[in-house]
T-cell receptor, first 111, second 116 residues
């Protein structure tokens, strides 16, 4: 069945460092792909999305490109801030319209 | 944007008791509500899908008699954990399609259930 695999954390970076969180997926067809973020004490929020191959989703300095050939949707940011500390979830849209999530990656950014 | 209000945010209950979790769509009509569960260090797993006015669809391995879902109106969906046991302790979260974004979803803030 459909599944999402993302790198396990926690990831600890210094402020202004480059961030990559890897995400690969297994699916039938070409589902929409998402990155969600959960800040401490809050619910999940949509960070960015891509609906077809080669689409690039971007928001708040984060980017991810839908790579059909490598079935990947890696999240990147050129310069992280302390306020980016959160848990990040990669997800794909399942055939029922539900979301299938990775396990989440906790990011801690130190000043 | 669309907001789903989920209550309670955390609850502690004794084994054998029942707990109800509510998700309300505040500024839109949620015809569909997805209920997820997340165990520590694991991903969110879909438990069931509820549609207003009809029976919920449960995922394989989820006991429908234990996790009662009611979606009686377009603004309220509830999950009741009946006869809760410690192994039901988990993080439960609801989600509805975000009417503003065809491929977006709005999430409740989640409920941390601890059964003692």
């Amino acid at each position: 069945g459909d599944s999402v695999t993302q790198m396990e954390g926690p990831v600890t970076l210094s402020e202004e460092a480059f961030l990559t969180i890897n995400c690969t997926y297994t699916a039938t067809g070409y589902p929409s792909l998402f990155w969600y973020v959960q800040y401490p004490g809050e619910g999940l929020q949509l960070l960015l999305k891509a609906t077809k191959a080669d689409d690039k989703g971007s928001n708040k300095g984060f980017e991810a490109t839908y790579r059909k050939e490598t079935t990947s949707f890696h999240l990147e940011k050129g310069s992280v801030q302390v306020s980016d500390s959160a848990v990040y979830f990669c997800a794909l849209e399942g055939s029922q319209g539900n979301l299938i999530f990775g396990k989440g990656t906790k990011l801690s950014v130190k000043p | 944007g669309a907001v789903v209000s989920q209550h309670p945010s955390w609850v502690i209950c004794k084994s054998g008791t029942s707990v109800k979790i509510e998700c309300r769509s505040l500024d839109f009509q949620a015809t569909t509500m997805f209920w997820y569960r997340q165990f520590p260090k694991q991903s969110l797993m879909l438990m069931a899908t509820s549609n207003e006015g009809s029976k919920a669809t449960y995922e394989q391995g989820v006991e429908k008699d234990k996790f009662l879902i009611n979606h009686a109106s377009l603004t309220l969906s509830t999950l009741t954990v009946t006869s809760a046991h410690p192994e039901d302790s988990s993080f439960y979260i609801c989600s509805a399609p975000d009417v503003r974004h065809p491929y977006g979803y709005t999430f409740g803030s989640g409920t941390r259930l601890t059964v003692v």
